[in-house]
């Protein structure tokens, strides 16, 4: 079979069969693995967007192939693929090593074929990516569904003039060319963000379900989400989804919003193929009060049988948990509160309101039918010390005291890690903000990534903590954590001993994989091989509970007869895509932007 375009997700550290590294507890509070199998929603609306037109495109997670199976052979794999080009995601940073590794391997198989790479951090490093002799093209920006179409039309025509495409990083021959960011959409409402009807229809279209799979154990517990903008209206200093950051990365100045309409459209969809808890990604409120409206009113009609997951970036008042309650049958939020310190928090622009405002949040939820909370804090943050981060777990108790020792708040700490966020406040003025960068440059991160232990990973410092600070105490509050969790009945004897016991190891792999790095480096291998096994079970789920972060399910799918008939229509679809194609195959290559981007200069 042969496609138009392959998109490709690599592993965090390509080679992670072979050379184990203690990633510790930094991937503890996401669904995917040290691996960070879990593939960037957006390959499926550029896959999604391109099939409206008629071309072929494959994703393959790469990395979750990788881990459901030791057998399997990425080249042998790859080798076999015919397409016009490959597309890599380079989203987060996370994946440096094994996405310019996996680029690598398919030049070296396919060397006609032209790479193209994209995401935040690939826009970010842009530069440093086109100088790689095995990448072709770097598509930059936050919105590249259009622009992939305009350069796959080219690809196949074999039109070699790349300047009027906007965005792009292109070479020829040893020279280096970069089309300006001009492409910012204002709406998200013309793409599917993510696009489920590609992906349900892949899996019928392709006749294989294991490629597309978001991240080991999607099967057995099949969760979705839905991106409501692109772009933010807070400015946390961490964080490389940040209003400034997003205007110096992206060039975007503004949020696009997906509209309540198409949301509930989306959810509706979902809704036929699944029955698990489908995540709404941003805090809705950043559309206005008539944007949250609109949204609960429509979705109030669904009569939904999903849980909704929705996130909350600052206080939110009683009215709004009523709103939420009414108009869905069950849902749960998640905070990501950082710190109990106060100050802290409205330096950073993260919930920076008083304590009292976050139990009053967290009350009015739990008053109004909330059926889960997830609370999270973190070890690293600009002005925090080593007390101010085990302190946090104190914060934990007088929360559930405050609460009533409602079970429904679940607690957890996690470190800044393995980096700081490229084009995020911290990282563009670490002096100001109290970091101290040790990567800076995109392979400055490759080889941070592939170090044995996540402490050596770790790509800065604070003026306050070391990396030893920062481990140790994110440790500690673990432990503490656990202890507070125990005392309460929040978790069993069973599951408080395990999580301790991992702790412990972790503590003591840190301290000896320390001993291995002093050792001569022709031994520091072989004593990292004879520990490679425990640092694999140390690696899933190293300090908190593996259930935890999951929301309860009775029923993973919807029935059998609703799933054919998605299937069914998505094939329909696809066919309806062809003939439509075969009737007007210049519909493709007349295509261009919309006239609003067609003035801007290129």
Avoid at 132 to 156: A, C, H, Q, W
Avoid at 287 to 316: C, D, M, P, T
């Amino acid at each position: 079979m042969k496609y138009d375009l392959v998109l490709l997700h690599a592993p965090s550290v390509y080679d992670f069969r072979k050379n184990s590294l203690l990633a510790g507890p930094i991937s503890d509070v996401v669904p995917s693995s040290p691996v960070f199998e879990m593939y960037p929603i957006g390959l499926t609306s550029i896959a999604d967007y391109l099939e409206r037109y008629g071309l072929r495109v494959k994703i393959i997670n790469i990395a979750n192939r990788m881990l459901m199976s030791e057998k399997f052979d990425v080249e042998a794999k790859l080798k076999k693929i015919k397409t016009k080009a490959f597309g890599i995601d380079l989203h987060w940073l996370p994946h440096a090593h094994g996405s310019i590794e996996l680029a690598k391997i398919v030049k070296t198989l396919h060397p006609e074929t032209p790479i193209i790479f994209g995401g935040l951090s690939a826009t970010y490093y842009y530069k440093e990516l086109i100088e790689y002799p095995f990448i072709d093209f770097v598509m930059r920006g936050d919105s590249t569904e259009k622009l992939m179409l305009l350069l796959m039309n080219k690809i196949e025509s074999g039109n070699t003039y790349y300047a009027d495409i906007p965005n792009l990083t292109w070479k020829k021959g040893r020279e280096y060319f970069y089309n300006p960011i001009t492409y910012v959409p204002k709406d998200l409402d013309d793409v599917d963000v993510p696009g489920y009807r590609y992906t349900i229809r892949s899996v019928f279209k392709y006749r294989n379900f294991l490629d597309p799979l978001p991240y080991k154990g999607w099967l057995q517990y099949p969760n979705t989400a839905l991106l409501t903008a692109r772009g933010c209206t807070q400015n946390c200093l961490i964080c490389g989804g940040s209003r400034e950051a997003y205007d110096q990365n992206c060039n975007r100045n503004s949020l696009a919003l997906r509209s309540p309409k198409k949301l509930i459209e989306d959810i509706q969809f979902i809704s036929r193929f699944s029955r698990a808890p489908i995540f709404i990604l941003h805090d809705l409120r950043q559309g206005g009060r008539e944007y949250v409206n609109e949204f609960f009113s429509l979705l109030k009609k669904l009569k939904l049988k999903n849980e909704i997951v929705f996130e909350l970036f600052q206080y939110a008042d009683e009215e709004f948990f009523k709103l939420m309650n009414d108009s869905v049958p069950k849902y749960s939020i998640e905070i990501t509160l950082e710190t109990h310190d106060e100050k802290i928090r409205r330096y950073n622009g993260k919930f920076s309101c008083t304590n009292k405002k976050v139990i009053d949040t967290l009350n009015f939820a739990l008053k109004h039918g909330c059926k889960k909370i997830d609370l999270f804090f973190m070890v690293g943050i600009p002005g925090q010390t080593y007390q101010s981060a085990v302190e946090n777990i104190d914060f934990c108790e007088t929360i559930h005291l405050a609460c009533n020792q409602d079970p429904r708040i679940f607690y957890f700490v996690a470190p800044l890690a393995p980096f700081l966020d490229p084009a995020s406040p911290a990282f563009e003025h670490p002096e100001i903000h109290g970091y101290k960068k040790f990567c800076h440059t995109l392979e400055d991160h490759r080889k941070a990534i592939t170090q044995p232990s996540w402490k050596h990973m770790l790509s800065y410092e604070t003026k306050d903590m070391t990396r030893d600070d920062i481990v140790n105490s994110t440790y500690e509050a673990a432990e503490k954590l656990n202890d507070f969790k125990l005392k309460y009945n929040l978790i069993d004897q069973e599951g408080y001993q395990e999580i301790k016991e991992k702790i412990e190891k972790s503590m003591a792999y840190i301290a000896k994989i320390d001993h291995v790095l002093s050792l001569p480096e022709n031994e520091q291998a072989v004593e990292l091989a004879k520990i490679q096994k425990e640092i694999e079970e140390l690696n899933k789920y190293s300090i908190c509970g593996k259930n935890e972060l999951k929301w309860e399910v009775q029923k993973n799918y919807a029935n059998f007869f609703s799933l054919a008939l998605v299937g069914i229509e998505q094939l329909y679809e696809d066919y309806a895509i062809k003939i439509r194609h075969l009737l007007s195959p210049q519909r493709r290559q007349q295509f261009k932007l919309d006239p609003e981007h067609r003035k801007m200069k290129m």
